[in-house]
């Protein structure tokens, strides 16, 4: 029974080693084509600008040149202002553009910019090729927008309003899992899709 | 608003040395339940009237989506003089004088911290904002400061203090929580007011800086603006819902309200500011409201003989002599701006004068 239950465990572990292989393979061909990669990059790098956006911390306002930090950059850095949102440590102002500088939010937003370039990157890939599967290259975005919607949980989630639901103990709840959701529903996706992709 | 650019660059090698030293650090928050650090702001003599029992207000506490501190307040605030200011006339702002000291608290900046703890007229004092229930109020706070608890009642921004971690939610100025629970704190008046009136009628007012510390885009409300008027400030939505809801009114319109330590009353501003005097009661004492034309504001007096109060040139005729609107020869009580629905949930059924 247990050496069973063992094999058991060896087998799953061998089959997520091998559907990692097989994602892998498939981001590395994505990133292979010219527009794999032009994808991944305009698709990361939009999405990191519209959670900036999201968040609060990229905009625009009055016109001028600036760049501002606060007296203490390493501590505030740190200072959470709420579910994954930390303290702006600088105000850079090019024209009419002002962005917010808190350097874990913008890793953040790197991060999940790059699962969802490579998700689409993948599925883009997949959808031209031969082996064509199922699933359009829209899914990977998709399944980042509930990291976009956590941004607008900042400062008072006004986001409710136009969503026209009313703030709640659970709606709250639920806007504080929404980033690691987001994590999980992109990577998740992006194995489905490398999955896919072999077949 | 016609906002300046801050050109600081050379904030950079400060910063880079201060962060070696490891300055900084907001607040030595207590987390609640810990061993006083002072005895905390000082108490009102008087008690206020609570249109609820405390343990409902402890229990209708709700968690605003930020942690204690997530909205900072301004501890270590900077003025600047009106000439130096760079605000619209019609921008809002929070006026207080007290002590021969005129000071403006723009609305843009604090909607971004909530509490400023400054020092006014020599007193140690924190300035206050509530978005959500359109509320600006003053209270005395001793050695100690304000924080945002992150909680809210009935909408309304519960304040800590950072002596004894009780929670006070700023409307009903009453400890809900920790040690002073129960205890009402000491509260002065602060306008609401615009910029241009405030500056027309304090020609030395200093003004709130948005040096505060924080990085901040200021220009941006997350709620919406008020000059002009739109978003969360003017529709019909509330974020949260209210304690009580009283559709006698549209939740949003702007009151001037008051509560003694007999009961709470409403006067409607808009039409306060067009009659001029408004007269109401709260349990059977009559009350005047008058309206400040420089100001677009209105004061509260407590009325028990119902003497006669008429409008008249440059101020009210009382007893046959004209007195300004803030110095009539009555007994003013303390009253504030906010939305109906935050009186009205905060003090069910409340009168509303129109």
């Known amino acids: ?199 | 608003m016609q906002r300046t650019r801050r050109a600081w660059l050379g904030a950079l090698g400060a910063a880079g040395a201060a962060a070696l030293a490891g300055c900084g650090g907001v607040v030595d928050g207590l987390t609640g339940g810990g061993t006083p650090s002072g005895p905390g702001p000082p108490a009102s003599e008087g008690d206020l009237y609570v249109g609820h029992e405390l343990d409902v207000l402890n229990e209708n506490i709700t968690d605003g989506g930020v942690p204690k501190d997530g909205i900072p307040s301004v501890d270590e605030p900077e003025f600047q003089p009106a000439d130096a200011a760079s605000l619209a006339d019609g921008d809002v702002v929070f006026g207080v004088e007290r002590g021969g000291e005129a000071k403006a608290y723009p609305q843009y900046i604090l909607v971004h911290h909530e509490i400023v703890n400054d020092t006014v007229g020599g007193d140690p004092v924190a300035v206050t904002y509530c978005p959500l229930t359109g509320t600006a109020q003053g209270f005395e706070r001793g050695e100690t400061t304000f924080g945002v608890s992150g909680r809210l009642v009935n909408s309304n921004l519960t304040m800590y203090d950072r002596d004894t971690d009780s929670w006070w939610p700023q409307v009903v100025a009453t400890a809900i929580r920790g040690p002073r629970r129960g205890e009402t704190l000491s509260e002065f008046r602060v306008v609401w007011t615009t910029w241009g009136e405030w500056r027309g009628a304090h020609p030395d007012t200093v003004v709130l800086t948005e040096e505060t510390g924080y990085q901040r885009r200021y220009g941006s409300d997350p709620y919406g603006q008020y000059n002009p008027p739109r978003g969360y400030y003017t529709n019909d939505e509330t974020l949260f819902e209210p304690l009580v809801s009283d559709d006698r009114v549209p939740p949003k319109r702007v009151v001037i309200g008051t509560r003694t330590d007999a009961g709470a009353l409403a006067f409607d501003k808009q039409a306060l500011l067009s009659e001029r005097v408004l007269t109401g009661s709260i349990d059977g004492t009559d009350h005047v409201a008058v309206a400040d034309a420089t100001l677009s504001t209105g004061y509260v007096y407590a009325n028990p003989d119902s003497v006669g109060v008429e409008p008249g040139d440059g101020g009210y005729r009382v007893g046959g002599e004209v007195h300004a609107s803030d110095a009539l020869p009555l007994e003013r009580v303390l009253a504030f701006d906010g939305m109906w629905f935050a009186w009205a949930g905060f003090y069910p059924e409340l009168p509303y004068v129109r």
């Open chain 1, 1 to 199: 029974m247990s050496g069973e239950a063992a094999g058991g465990r060896e087998a799953a572990g061998n089959r997520a080693l091998g559907l990692l292989r097989q994602s892998g393979v498939a981001v590395r061909g994505a990133l292979s084509r010219r527009d794999g990669r032009a994808t991944a990059a305009v698709a990361g790098l939009g999405y990191l600008l519209v959670y900036l956006v999201g968040l609060g911390h990229l905009g625009v306002g009055p016109s001028g040149l600036e760049l501002s930090v606060v007296a203490d950059p390493l501590t505030r850095a740190l200072q959470l202002r709420g579910p994954f949102q930390w303290e702006p440590v600088a105000l850079a102002v090019v024209g009419p553009v002002e962005l917010l500088v808190s350097p874990l939010n913008i890793a953040l937003g790197t991060l999940l910019g790059l699962l969802v370039g490579l998700n689409l990157a993948v599925s883009l890939v997949a959808y031209r090729g031969p082996a064509a599967c199922k699933l359009g290259p829209g899914a990977g975005a998709a399944a980042g927008l509930p990291g976009i919607l956590s941004g607008f949980a900042c400062c008072g989630p006004t986001i409710l309003i136009v969503l026209g639901l009313q703030a709640s103990a659970t709606v709250l709840t639920l806007f504080q899992w929404l980033l690691p959701l987001t994590v999980l529903a992109l990577v998740g996706t992006l194995l489905w899709v490398g999955r896919k992709v072999e077949a």
